[in-house]
């Protein structure tokens, strides 16, 4: 069958609603680059169809960094990890809105609090629903809480307080699960992620990609996603950072990352689907492909590793000719640059400066 013909055909199954045969999403994954771009066009077939030519922002806020007693290989901040990273509890309130104000300058429709650690005591949890009704009671941002495992009882109280989804990645697939973590299971987090859809709240839920996963496990994870009804899926690259059991680990190409982007879009056609952690390390210079099966980014830094400048993700956005989506879901009129100027420090870095010039700290920050 002619490539072109083939990627349209699978095009066409996910826009049926009919989920890709495992031989067709293993073909996906191990096409060779010279089909490259017909996957990506195929995708972006499904991808237009339900986001058009938006771009969708995210602004991530590590607002309580290391600390954890969980073991995730692949974490900086886990129990494990030697990675020199900063480490702090909660921030403070004011910290927090003024990371909200910022990602509202920046046009991001969506503000993600993380914290680091297995699941939230009741003291920080009361902190960060007081903190969640603030950004809503000030920002015109919708809000994401990245808390750890949550119970019933959690779900239902962040939905009360205002937030409007919350992100608990599956990571990887069930079969590799214990291959990256054992002080909790895969079924774990599956359990976090049915109280958040109980609770009435919009679930965020991706993977990382890169972790010496088979082509299956990255298949599975993303047909747990589609199970799950996932609305959100953030898709990280693996960042090897130093000091963490998975340091070493660094197979990725631009090439692959885009094929595992297509697979996704395929496979989880209406879903809102992020180019997350590592994007600017192992997508390069081919970034703006990624926006063709994605339609959305965070914008500034992730948790523990640092992001392109602001300005920069703008300008791809912009000369690859899609544009911003607000937080309403409409399209924003005029230049996404407005009112950014060359040594705004509020365009050219993440958070994790402006917590540096506030606290002499260190490093940076990574979606995980």
């Known amino acids: 069958m002619n490539d072109i013909l083939r990627w349209n055909r699978l095009a066409d199954q996910s826009l049926s609603g009919a989920l890709l045969s495992r031989e067709d999403a293993r073909l996906v994954l191990s096409a060779p680059d010279s089909e490259l771009l017909g996957q990506l066009a195929a995708a972006y077939r499904v991808r237009s169809s339900f ?3 938006r771009v969708r922002l995210h602004f991530l806020l590590n607002a309580q960094s290391g600390l954890c007693s969980e073991d995730c290989h692949y974490c900086s901040q886990s129990k494990i990890s030697d990675a020199e990273i900063e480490k702090y509890p909660l921030l403070a309130r004011e910290r927090i809105l003024d990371a909200a104000a910022r990602a509202a300058a920046l046009k991001a429709g969506t503000f993600c609090m993380v914290i680091s650690g297995r699941s939230p005591g009741e003291r ?3 902190l960060v629903l007081d903190a969640i009704t603030e950004v809503k009671s000030n920002y015109d941002l919708r809000v994401c809480a ?3 495992l949550l119970t019933a009882d959690q779900a239902r109280r962040l939905k009360e ?4 989804t919350v992100n608990h990645n599956l990571n990887t697939s069930e079969n590799f699960h214990t291959e990256i973590c054992t002080t909790h299971t895969f079924a774990d987090r599956e359990a976090t992620l049915r109280n958040v ?3 009435g709240l919009s679930i965020c839920s991706g993977g990382i990609i890169g972790m010496g996963e088979s082509d299956d496990d990255i298949i599975d994870l993303a047909i747990s996603l589609r199970e799950l009804e996932v609305e959100s899926v953030p898709v990280n690259f693996l960042i090897p950072i130093a000091g963490t059991p998975l340091a070493g680990l660094n197979k ?3 090439s692959k990352c885009l094929r595992v982007l297509c697979l996704f879009r395929f496979i989880l056609p209406t879903q ?3 180019i997350a952690g590592g994007r600017e390390v192992h997508l390069r210079s081919l970034q703006p492909l ?3 099966p994605a339609n959305s980014l965070f914008i500034g830094d992730y948790l523990t590793t640092a992001g392109q400048s602001a300005r920069a993700d703008l300008e791809m956005i912009r000369d690859a000719g899609f544009v911003l989506e607000m937080p309403d879901g409409t399209a924003l009129e005029g230049d996404p640059l407005a009112g950014l100027e060359l040594g705004d420090p509020m365009a050219p870095v993440g958070y994790a400066a402006m917590a540096d010039r506030s606290r002499g700290a260190g490093q940076n920050r990574a979606d995980e």
Do not use: E, M, Q
């Open 290 to 292: 990624g926006l063709y």
């Open 124 to 126: 920080v949890f009361s």
């Open 197 to 199: 859809h109980d609770a």
């Open 51 to 53: 986001w058009g030519h």
């Open 161 to 164: 307080a205002g937030a409007n």
């Open 146 to 148: 990245c808390l750890g």
């Open 252 to 254: 990725l190409t631009p």
């Open 272 to 274: 809102k689907i992020r």
